[in-house]
């Protein structure tokens, strides 16, 4: 319910903070003093467009706010959507800076225009009677059957399964596509991978097989210097071997004078052992080194074959084309047994769609069993609205039951005349205004024992009625009201008189500037207002004891 409404620099008003209650709460006043400009400023945290032009102080932004209790509105899951704070007293804001610029606020979060009116369309039912009413949306309509059908929880369940069921069969085209693209790029993957296969890469191979190469390539020079350095290590005149071994044996010579030489002899004979067996190990070496062309030839041709098909791939390693390998084995593991996936998935469908035509069947079989008793209690309300002749139909079309969509298988048209003995049509064809309104409470006041709905805001649906019917139209909204918050504006005493709460809007004169006020009147003063509606601006004591007997009632 709307709690509380802040209006700052709004056409004719400077300043203005509201206090509504829950129940029925009217709003009075005379025609021009304002009373639309206050639905104008609750119109712009429901969304709609602002401009600057209409500010009571073109030098200052205008502010308005509105403060909503929400917590029996289950709106939780729109806050998380939007990654918004959800709070108990929900709050509404709107900003229009002088330049025409505006920002709007949810719980002090900035949030764009459309979610502003988003939210604000779950909070607010605003009727006038020169608005397009929800009435005539086909999805309120079949809303109306269906909280009348009673059936939340097996909406809920057909719900879940339906949005299971598209996902799936988006899934099926993803892969259906998938399969196609991989059957027609399956040679291709094929011819690259046996390509690979047959290569018989090793990881490390690539560089084993340049070293080896390498080693080929100069094995001349290679031969040159082993057979250098063995000579100068053994066979030279003044060569290193012997004249260590010299000198060792003139050391060894010294060991019965001094005890300290003994083990500098032997490492001296360590190093010359050591140096002896580098000496035959070049010259292994050096009788094992030779160029060999055809071997060469090999590694060329090899390393070739891996150059180009890394290029080819354009990777920089063996390792890079063993796991190019893997995915191209994977990508035609996966086209041999995706028409197995793809099987499994058409049969889950299958089972799927047979479900959600029998919970569809179920759901239109629930709404046409009620359909006659939204017609007879319309009816029935619209008469005591002074609508005596009119004609209402709840028209069910069923379709296929292949055709299911999200509501199941049911159209709903609700079809209406005004006039008895003239042909039924759809509501904005042949509803005036305040028809529409006065059909609009009789569905209201049809659900709204069975769920919970936004505040309502009836403008001057009384227009064109009066006396015993405007009693009537009242006796409802206080029943209305009973199951949510009700605001009226109205012209009539008698409807006046039916609400809990009574806000006079009128306007005042300060330093040669009109305002628009508004305040809630206590109980003689609602008497005196009343009474002026009833006969005029000086009520005589008849016209205060008519008010008081209106009120009583």
Do not use: W
């Amino acid at each position: 319910m709307l709690s509380r409404l802040l209006i700052k620099n709004y056409a004719l008003i400077d300043n203005l903070d509201i206090s509504f209650d829950e129940d029925l709460n009217v709003i009075t006043g005379e025609t021009g003093a304002g009373k639309s400009i206050v639905l104008g400023a609750l119109g712009l945290i429901l969304g709609q467009r602002a401009e600057s032009k209409y500010f009571f102080n073109q030098q200052k932004k205008c502010i308005v706010e509105g403060f909503f209790q929400i917590q029996s509105y289950h709106l939780e899951s729109f806050f998380e959507a939007h990654d918004l704070d959800y709070e108990v007293e929900t709050v509404l804001r709107r900003e229009i800076a002088l330049d025409g610029k505006s920002r709007a606020f949810i719980n002090d979060t900035p949030v764009t225009l459309n979610i502003l009116k988003a939210l604000g369309q779950q909070l607010i039912d605003v009727h006038s009677q020169h608005a397009t009413l929800e009435i005539n949306n086909s999805d309120f309509q079949l809303l109306v059957v269906d909280v009348m059908a009673n059936h939340d929880a097996l909406l809920k369940d057909y719900h879940q399964e339906y949005h299971h069921y598209k996902k799936q069969q988006k899934k099926l085209k993803s892969l259906e596509a998938s399969i196609d693209q991989a059957k027609a790029d399956q040679d291709y993957f094929q011819f690259q991978f046996d390509e690979l296969s047959e290569a018989a890469l090793q990881a490390d191979e690539q560089e084993h097989l340049e070293n080896e190469l390498n080693s080929l390539t100069h094995a001349e020079e290679i031969k040159r210097n082993l057979l250098s350095a063995n000579y100068l290590m053994l066979q030279q005149e003044g060569a290193a071997h012997p004249l260590l071994r010299e000198a060792l044996s003139q050391i060894q010579a010294l060991e019965k004078y001094q005890p300290a030489i003994g083990p500098l002899a032997e490492r001296l004979k360590s190093a010359l052992i050591e140096i002896k067996d580098i000496a035959d190990e070049l010259e292994n070496l050096e009788q094992q080194t030779a160029f060999n062309e055809q071997r060469a030839d090999e590694i060329n041709e090899r390393l070739s074959l891996l150059y180009s098909l890394q290029k080819k791939h354009r990777v920089n390693s063996n390792e890079d084309l063993l796991k190019l390998q893997d995915e191209l084995s994977e990508k035609l593991n996966q086209i041999l047994f995706a028409d197995e996936d793809l099987q499994k998935l058409q049969k889950e469908l299958k089972v799927l769609q047979k479900s959600l035509e029998e919970k569809a069947a179920v759901i239109s079989q629930k709404r046409r069993k009620v359909i006659p008793e939204i017609e007879q209690h319309i009816l029935a309300i619209l008469e005591q609205v002074g609508m005596n002749n009119a004609q209402i139909k709840v028209e069910q079309h069923i379709k296929e039951s292949s055709a299911f969509d999200e509501n199941g298988i049911d159209q709903i048209r609700f079809l209406f005349n005004a006039n008895k003995g003239h042909q039924l049509n759809e509501l904005q064809k042949v509803a005036s205004g305040g028809e529409l309104s006065r059909l609009m409470l009789s569905i209201k006041s049809l659900i709204a024992k069975k769920t919970a709905l936004p505040t309502i805001i009836f403008d001057e649906i009384d227009t064109g009625v009066s006396g015993e019917v405007a009693h009537r139209v009242g006796n409802i909204m206080q029943e209305l009201a009973k199951d949510m918050q009700v605001i009226t504006i109205t012209h009539l005493p008698q409807m006046a008189s039916k609400g809990k709460s009574h806000y006079f809007v009128y306007k005042t004169l300060k330093e040669e500037l009109t305002y628009t006020q508004i305040k809630k009147l206590t109980k003689e003063e609602r008497v005196l207002e009343i009474a002026k509606m009833l006969s005029g601006e000086n009520p005589k004591a008849s016209a205060l004891q008519n008010a008081r007997e209106l009120l009583q009632d």
